[in-house]
DNA sequence: ATGGGTGCAAAGACTTTGCACAGTT
DNA sequence: AACTGTGCAAAGTCTTTGCACCCAT
């Protein structure tokens, strides 16, 4: 698992669903679309709002219950910025790295090769498998800076 | 109501709470002191529960508002692990790493010299003011490896 | 004494659960 | 036909807020 260095074509929801002998329904392969096709930062209630556009009466606890599923079943990650609520995106090839600004909220991606060893040296030490990697940086950024200044 | 000695150096928690014409109350200090000396994965309520047993009337929403003070005087962080609810520590010297299982849910701490220059770069590139650095890694850890096997 | 802080209770936000019916296998 | 998944509503958990009294300044 830490050799292998990058996922093949996610496996499709019907294939890891059926593997599990979970039904496939309208309902879950609309949200796992989704989920995908977004740009991982949906929350939950944002994707029950996306989701009734397509299926007018699927209902927040349908959500909530798959979102749980995908997660047990690896098909999506949850992330935890420094807000109030959870975030999802479909698992990834590469792990993320978030920006997010104390101010204002805003959210962003990063990109720094950190991680060639951490994953494998930490595994190792602690005998751990290491499926996730998060690293989330928080500050103020420019605009909020000058906010400060301005109080 | 609590001692109005304090032999314990809250000097700094009191200048911060005074620079920002804040009271400084008997709960404020007891709980300031409460996190510096507990191991970094406390939470509201567990906060609240050792709160209680110096401080009999303190009330959960006490805990709570405090909590946030504390936090947008940058006396402590929250953390975010892959849980439903935030940890709190002590603002400290260096970042923290953590490492979360999946299984039964322990959070380690490791070390990692990863970041000598991730801030600086980072901070430059996206002109950000980076206060706080975040690193979780979720996985396996080796006893629930074993019971992932035994089903 | 004055105005911020606290306790209390009630409300709010987010998430989970019980149940009967619908839909997948 | 069997049984999992869904919608709905109600409950649960964590957190915030309004208000009157208290207490640090």
Redesign the interface.
């Known amino acids: 698992m830490v050799g292998s260095a990058r996922p093949t074509k996610p496996a499709s929801a019907r294939q890891v669903l059926n593997s599990s002998s979970r039904r496939v329904t309208a309902q879950r392969t609309l949200l796992l679309d989704l989920i995908r096709h977004s740009d991982g930062h949906l929350d939950a209630e944002g994707l029950y709002r996306l989701a009734k556009e397509k299926h007018a009466r699927i209902n927040l606890s349908t959500v909530y219950r798959n979102l749980q599923l995908f997660k047990k079943l690896g098909l999506i990650e949850?992330r935890?910025?420094?807000e109030e609520h959870h975030h999802y995106e479909a698992k990834a090839t590469a792990e993320h790295q978030h920006?997010c600004?104390?101010g204002c909220g805003k959210v962003?991606e990063?990109d720094?090769h950190?991680?060639p060893n951490?994953?494998g040296?930490?595994?190792k030490?602690?005998?751990?498998?290491?499926?996730?990697?998060?690293?989330?940086?928080?500050?103020?950024?420019?605009d909020c800076?000058q906010d400060e200044k301005r109080k």
Chains 1, 2 share one sequence.
């Open positions: 949850e935890h910025f420094t920006l600004c104390l962003m990063f720094f950190l991680t951490l994953k040296k930490i595994g030490e602690y005998d751990f498998d290491i499926t996730g990697v998060e690293v989330s940086l928080t500050g103020l950024c420019s800076r």
